[in-house]
């Protein structure tokens, strides 16, 4: 009888990048390279380099399909719309944690970025912002998003451990030199205080103190 030969799926960007992406995801950037790629595909490196151009290309479209999964839809108005952006974001990067890095790091400017960025932008000019407050709006915004996205996902302390971790450090902090660093550790002993910091807090502040911007 004769051998049936196994169709193997065809190498197309697509699929090297979802692959990459799995990758990434699992093992962070530095699992990341041409060689693990090809061993994942089941292929040569080499054959890579047909469909990619490296793997500064792969990084590229990484970002590209993080951005691409960012559910964020502009409306009318303009704050609960840059809020539901802000929250969009923080959701995508926080899936994938390695991506922060590569969106504050590298020039993006794939489609899926550029209209991500271009809708940013129409959004606040439809309501009303000129182009260089529109800027620096979008641009605070995204630090905001950003800072806080790296650091819950850097902090040292699971946010579970909080008031175990206040107990434990108490005595490193006596109220005679750090009077009121220790009143907050009590208050997050106690249960007073839960010691999270929540996106909406910086988020509001940030998004009240552009609309005063855009009303003068």
Sequence with gaps: MPTRTRKRTPLTPDRVLATALRLADKGGLDALSMRNVAQALKVEAMSLYNHVDGK?????????LVVAEIDWTPRADWKASMRERAFAMNAALMKHRWATMLFVSRLNIGPNMLRFV???IGCLREAGFSYPLADYAWNALDAYTYGFTLQRLNFPIETTEYASSAKQFLPMIPVETHPFLRGMSEEVI???????????FGLD??????ERLRAK
């Design 56 to 64: 500064e290309r792969i990084l590229d479209g990484l970002v590209e």
């Design 118 to 120: 271009d809708r940013s």
């Design 205 to 210: 502040l940030l998004l009240d103190g552009l």
């Design 190 to 200: 106690a249960g007073r205080h839960d010691g999270l910091q929540q996106l909406e």
